[in-house]
């Protein structure tokens, strides 16, 4: 079973740059679609980003498009969100996933993904 664990949260002002990591325990990792979500206190999970197991494809939720870049290393097993200019609209909790079961670029929908992290929080000052 693959473990994600994640990296890279702080307090950072709005208009700042923050870059998260997600690190996997397994090189099986290499071959699933892996995605990013957000919590904030008081709302249900929300999708942020998705990169397909080649790393050739993304996706963003229009909220962050423009601003966060999702990345991977599959010789490193890790995956990664920059996230530029941000927002106090972008504090939560933000937490890697990982889809086994989908071939190419993973889903939008929390429900799709297999395995998670335990999250690391963000908190953006205005």
């Known amino acids: 079973q693959v473990q994600l664990v994640e990296s890279g949260g702080g307090l950072v002002q709005a208009g700042g740059s923050l870059s998260l990591s997600c690190a996997a325990s397994?090189?099986?990792?290499?071959?699933?679609?892996m995605a990013w979500f957000r919590q904030a206190p008081g709302k249900e999970r929300e999708f942020v980003a998705t990169?397909?197991?080649?790393?050739?494809?993304?996706k963003y939720a229009d909220s962050v498009k423009g601003r966060f870049t999702i990345s991977r290393d599959n010789a490193m097993n890790t995956v990664a969100l920059q996230m530029n200019n941000l927002k106090a609209e972008d504090t939560a909790i933000y937490y890697c996933?990982?889809?086994?079961?989908?071939?190419?670029?993973?889903?939008?929908?929390?429900?799709?993904?297999?395995?998670w992290g335990q999250g690391t929080q963000v908190t953006v000052s205005s």
């Open positions: 996933a990982a889809d086994r079961t989908t071939y190419g670029l993973g889903s939008s929908h929390n429900v799709d993904y297999d395995y």
């Open positions: 397994e090189r099986t990792f290499s071959m699933y679609p």
């Open positions: 990169i397909s197991w080649r790393g050739s494809t993304t």
